[in-house]
Every structure is written in structure tokens, then in C-alpha cells.
């Protein structure tokens, strides 16, 4: 099997085109057979997963301990914590995430960031009608439709869904809290490559300020979508090109 390290540098990485400096990142497309492996206890983790979820949890992980490496952390195992959150090093913190063809992970120092939150997801709309209504909110679907027929390269629905998700990742390290997908609401700018998430809960403060919403960017290549947040210690957003127009977004809802 192609090793995913090796396609890293053939062009931008996808994760890199929304987060940079002082952020480390590290991607793969494929799972690396020969790659490193894992910690005893990591191991424990995934000891009765089919392979599968095991290849994508290894190099997952081969991805973070490369991004945590550029910043100077030593090799540590990385154990899923509450709810699935990954269990950073002290004084790192990150984001995880893998779906078919892609994998990818996120880490700053905690001095320089606050949060970090970031999802992949398979460009394919979300087919079953329940589960788009579970994870959209009215607001959301009233622009759905029309985008999807002026943009149709875009799964706008997986969009969203991947949004909140990465508002999930960011939201969960700063309250220790759930957050529904209907406890916020997206919006996103097709041109800019960006989104914004309106909370319909009570935010977490940060630097003395309340966060009322999280500023995010997202990306679509070769079949996959990736979405990004990160908040820095003084409650501005970084992981965004652009503003969209001053209006709120949505929130997520899992974790790795």
C-alpha cells in the first residue's frame, strides 16, 4: 500500500490551505502499514476494533505525533479521553480526524491557541432524509436546497455536518460539555471557503470575552471536505480567509 507521508509534500497539504503558523499539521491519504506503530496502551484501546478502525486510529496518530514532533513534544501515547477527546500532551492542544482517504491532525501550543477543531468528511450528500434533519437546523436546510442546485460540486448538507463537528472539537476542551447539532447554526460562504457558527447555547469565555459563535474555513478536493476551526487565547478566530457578512453559524457534535 502507498505510504500517505509520501503525497504529503506532492502538493499544499489540504489541512495546511486552512490552518498555518502557529499551528503544526501533519496528513495521509492512506494508511502506512509500515508506519509506526502504536503504544501499548493505545494499543489496548483498539485491541477487539476490526482493522479498519484500527489502521485509520494508527494513522491517525502517526499524523499527530509527527505534527506534536515539529513543535518539539516527545513521542507519547495519545488515549481517547471523555467522549472520544483525544488526550493531549500538557501544554499542546489539537484536533483529530479520519474519514475514508483521509487523515489528518492539528496541534498548537496551548499558549497560542486556545482551541483547535477540525473534520473530514467523504464530499457525498447525506442520503437518509431523518438523519439530514438531525443534523441541520430549519435555518440551515431554507439555503440547503437552492445552494445545492447552483452549486451541485459541493455536498452542502456533509458540509454543514462536517462544520459542526468541527465546532464540536473546538467547543468540547473549553466547556466539558455536549453540544447538539441543534444547539447552533451554520452559515456558510460558498466563494470564500468559509462558514460561521451561530451558538444557540451560552458560549465559554475566553480572554475575558464570551463566545457567542466560532469563525471556521473549509476545503473541497478530490472527493473529500475538510473543515477547520481555531480560536486563539484572546477569543479571535484564526482559522478563517475571510469574514461571512457579520451572521452566525452552527455547532457539532462528536469527537475522536
Given at each position: ?11 499544499r497539504m ?57 513543535l ?48 473530514a ?17 430549519p ?16 455536498s ?57 459563535g ?17 480560536l ?18 452552527t ?6
Amino acid at each position: 500500500m502507498v505510504s500517505g507521508y509520501s503525497r504529503m509534500i506532492a502538493a499544499r497539504m489540504l489541512i495546511e490551505q486552512l490552518l498555518s503558523p502557529p499551528m503544526a499539521v501533519a496528513e495521509a491519504f492512506h494508511d502506512d502499514i509500515d508506519g509506526p506503530g502504536l503504544y501499548a496502551a493505545e494499543e489496548r484501546v483498539v485491541s477487539g476494533a476490526v482493522p479498519q478502525r484500527r489502521r485509520e486510529f494508527t494513522t491517525v496518530r502517526a499524523c499527530a505525533r509527527r505534527a506534536l514532533a515539529e513543535l518539539k513534544f516527545p513521542p507519547a501515547p495519545i488515549l481517547p479521553g471523555e467522549r472520544g477527546a483525544p488526550g493531549w500532551p500538557t501544554g499542546a492542544v489539537g484536533s483529530m480526524t479520519h474519514c475514508a482517504g483521509y487523515r489528518a491532525a492539528a496541534v498548537a501550543y496551548a499558549g497560542d491557541l486556545a482551541t483547535i477543531g477540525i473534520d473530514a468528511e467523504p464530499n457525498l450528500p447525506i442520503r437518509n432524509s431523518g438523519t439530514r434533519d438531525l443534523v441541520t437546523v430549519p435555518e440551515e436546510r431554507a439555503w440547503l436546497s437552492e445552494l445545492g442546485v447552483r452549486r451541485p460540486e459541493v455536498s452542502w448538507d456533509r458540509l454543514v455536518f462536517s462544520a459542526k463537528e468541527s465546532v464540536y472539537k473546538a467547543w468540547f476542551p473549553l466547556t466539558g460539555r455536549w453540544l447538539d447539532f441543534d444547539q447552533a447554526v451554520v452559515t456558510v460562504d460558498p466563494d470564500r471557503g468559509t462558514f460561521y457558527a451561530r451558538l444557540l447555547v451560552p458560549g465559554p469565555e475566553i480572554g475575558g470575552s464570551r463566545i457567542r459563535g466560532f469563525d471556521g474555513g473549509w476545503i473541497q478536493r478530490n472527493g473529500i471536505l475538510v473543515t477547520a476551526i481555531a480560536l486563539t487565547q484572546s477569543a479571535v478566530n484564526v482559522a478563517r480567509r475571510i469574514p461571512v457578512d457579520g451572521r452566525p453559524a452552527t455547532a457539532p457534535m462528536s469527537a475522536l
